[in-house]
């Protein structure tokens, strides 16, 4: 009759069976870092769908491991698995995210001419010096001022372009609010609305002014001992 396993076994079990998986999706974002800047061949397009697949069934075991470990995860050391999920987590979307745009970009150049005479023209455009946000609430109506003007209101640039650029403005926790959407034309808006709804805070931004106008007073009033000065 086989003995039942202590708590402590199971979580150590768990937690090896996640440290593989989390190995394996590693491996992958590695695999998928490689490429970045080339253009992938046809027989390389079906071999990154065929690892896109496999990631994706490995990250489904994952979560399904992570269920059953939390269950036996007292509140203390809840925080910390959250923090080990989470760096999961963001290897494993950024690396799909760049997939899909190397998958992207070679079946947009590859269009029938048909399809593409159905196309606005696609103008080599010039190297845009674009804003950085990090995630800082307080930069973020500058940056969205400035990027709106640069990329977002252009009627010249299609929305995998405008995808292209939002991704490579952002960094931090900015650009974990879009991570998990799949890089496609029609999620470009939505990434765009989260990252508004995000960072858009008009109480928070309100707040930050009045106390940028009062800093900005403070250090325009005399100094006391001034007063008295002849």
């Not at 999706?25 to 046809?42: E, H, N, R, W």
């Not at 765009?192 to 109480?203: A, G, S, Y």
């Amino acid at each position: 009759m086989p003995v039942d396993k202590t708590s402590d076994e199971t979580i150590s079990d768990l937690k090896k069976q996640r440290g593989s998986l989390k190995g394996r999706i590693t491996q992958f974002k590695k695999f998928v870092d490689s490429f970045q800047g080339a253009t992938l061949t046809p027989l390389q397009v079906e071999e990154f769908k065929v690892r896109i697949q496999a990631a994706s069934d490995l990250f489904s075991k994952f979560n399904a491991i992570e269920t059953e470990l939390e269950s036996f995860l007292s509140d203390a050391e809840f925080q910390t698995n959250s923090e080990y999920v989470n760096s999961l987590e963001s290897i494993y979307f950024t690396a799909i995210a760049i997939a899909n745009c190397l998958i992207h970009s070679v079946e947009t150049s590859s269009r029938t001419p048909d399809d593409s005479a159905c196309r606005k023209p696609n103008v080599k455009l010039p190297e845009i010096k674009l804003p950085i946000f990090d995630g800082s609430c307080d930069n973020w109506l500058e940056f969205k001022h400035s990027y709106s003007t640069m990329i977002h209101k252009r009627s010249d640039l299609d929305e995998i372009q405008k995808f292209n650029y939002l991704r490579s403005a952002l960094t931090g926790s900015s650009l974990q609010v879009i991570s998990a959407l799949e890089f496609s034309p029609a999620n470009y808006i939505h990434a765009w609305e989260l990252l508004e709804n995000r960072f858009h805070n008009e109480r928070l931004l309100v707040n930050n002014h009045v106390k940028a106008l009062f800093n900005s007073a403070t250090l325009k009033s005399p100094k006391k001992g001034n007063l008295y000065a002849d």
